[in-house]
């Protein structure tokens, strides 16, 4: 299941992070975020974190992995799996699967290193630059749970 939605500018994504965030702090969820460089990818996370109550400053964890906080509504995981690329990837596998489950949000940035094997139950969120100001975003779900976060924000 898929869903794609228009951004037109920063209100319109500010009004998609707050409906996801809500969807998500009922039963968590693992997305796998994929987009080209300056796509959006940490920008929409800080979003979602804003509407989760998250207080510490949310910046990408591009030289660090990963980036935890703990503040918010639900405990929100935030990955960069770019330095890692595919071989690196596969040693963290199994920590990532431990980061998929439970009422948490673990957002993952260049998933697409992860040679498919990041856990069933997800969100495939793919945000295309189309301007300065205009973005598309296109969520796909795989499983139940991430299906019924998808309808929600339709």
């Given at each position: 299941?898929?869903?794609?939605?228009?951004?037109?500018?920063?209100?319109?994504?500010?009004?998609?992070?707050?409906?996801?965030?809500?969807?998500?702090?009922?039963?968590?969820?693992?997305?796998?975020?994929?987009?080209?460089?300056g796509a959006g990818k940490t920008a929409f996370?800080?979003?979602?974190?804003?509407?989760?109550?998250?207080?510490?400053?949310?910046?990408?964890?591009?030289?660090?992995?990963?980036?935890?906080?703990?503040?918010?509504?639900?405990?929100?995981?935030?990955?960069?799996?770019?330095?890692?690329?595919?071989?690196?990837?596969?040693?963290?596998?199994?920590?990532?699967?431990?980061?998929?489950?439970?009422?948490?949000?673990?957002?993952?940035?260049?998933?697409?290193?992860?040679?498919?094997?990041?856990?069933?139950?997800?969100?495939?969120?793919?945000?295309?630059?189309?301007?300065?100001?205009?973005?598309?975003?296109?969520?796909?779900?795989?499983?139940?749970?991430?299906?019924?976060?998808?309808?929600?924000?339709?």
């Open positions: 299941m898929s869903a794609s939605f228009l951004c037109k500018d920063i209100n319109d994504t500010e009004i998609l992070a707050k409906k996801f965030a809500d969807l998500v702090q009922e039963k968590g969820a693992f997305v796998c975020l994929l987009g080209d460089v996370t800080k979003l979602v974190c804003k509407y989760l109550g998250v207080k510490e400053k949310v910046t990408s964890p591009s030289f660090v992995i990963l980036n935890e906080y703990k503040s918010g509504k639900i405990p929100v995981y935030h990955f960069d799996l770019y330095r890692l690329e595919n071989e690196g990837v596969s040693t963290i596998i199994n920590e990532l699967d431990e980061y998929s489950e439970g009422k948490i949000l673990t957002m993952v940035e260049w998933a697409e290193f992860s040679q498919n094997e990041i856990p069933f139950d997800r969100i495939d969120l793919n945000i295309n630059y189309i301007d300065e100001t205009q973005r598309e975003f296109t969520f796909t779900a795989f499983g139940v749970k991430s299906e019924s976060i998808i309808k929600g924000l339709e």
